[in-house]
Structures are given as C-alpha cells and as structure tokens.
C-alpha cells in the first residue's frame, strides 16, 4: 500500500492540500513503512504561474466543483494514482471528492507527523475530520 500525505516541509503534514508544494509518499508492505518519497505537487501557486487563476466558486455543495477546479484536481490526483490514501490537515469539499473519485480515499487528520499519520492508517486508528472540509 502506498500513503501520500501534502507537506511543505517533508516531515509535516500541510494543513492546506492546495497550497502544499510536495507529496511525502510512504510504501508499507507488512504493516512497516519500506520506502519514502517526495514528488511535486501542483497547487494554487503553480497554477497561477501557468495563468490559471484560483477563484473560490461557491456552489451548493463548497468550493473547487467549478469544471476548472475539478481539471486541476484530477492532474494533483494523477500523481499520486498509486497511492491508496491522501493525508492532509485540511481541504476543500471539491478536492476531497476529486480524489474519492481517483480512486484515493482522502483522510483529513489532526496528526501533524507524517510517519505518525501513517501508522495510524495502518493501525486504523486514524479519523477522517470531513467536518474540516471548506
């Protein structure tokens, strides 16, 4: 199973998905972690550079179901296609759903330590907080 969680600092989890420059992506074989990576995010920065803006579309059900966002977050999903888990400390309500549909079960937690998150998925002690959805 391999476990991608946002960071900015590759110890971290990032507490905006959209603003995270890195994904930390954890291998675990056999309940232990067997390998780490770090792969480049895209997110509100570099979609700016490209000319994209990023402009909160408030529909009914939150922000970032606009067709727009929905593209950007399909190629965020894209990189991380092999991962089974996102771990972030916070994001929006299109993103989360994005990446459901990727196939990634997105996990908003409270655990700030990646390698800790982690073991929490392994465990299955982890909480999903979709009450922080914005």
């Not at 391999?2 to 900015?8: I, P, R, T």
């Not at 390998?35 to 529909?59: D, L, N, P, T, Y």
């Not at 950007?72 to 991962?83: K, S």
Request: proline letters at 1%; glycine letters at 10%; aromatic letters at 6%.
């Amino acid at each position: 199973m391999k476990v991608a969680a946002v960071s900015e600092d590759g110890v971290t989890i990032s507490q905006h998905f959209g603003r995270a420059p890195f994904y930390v992506v954890l291998t675990v074989e056999n309940g232990h972690i067997v390998a780490r990576e770090i792969r480049e995010k895209m997110g509100h920065a570099q979609f700016a550079g490209h000319g994209e803006s990023h402009i909160h579309v408030e529909q009914a059900q939150g922000h970032g179901f606009d067709a727009a966002a929905q593209e950007r977050h399909a190629r965020m999903a894209a990189v991380i296609a092999d991962c089974e888990v996102l771990l972030a400390r916070g994001m929006g309500a299109g993103a989360y759903e994005s990446m459901r549909r990727a196939g990634i079960r997105p996990i908003l937690t409270d655990i700030t330590n990646i390698e800790e998150a982690v073991q929490a998925v392994i465990s299955g002690q982890i909480k999903d907080h979709t009450e922080w959805l914005h």
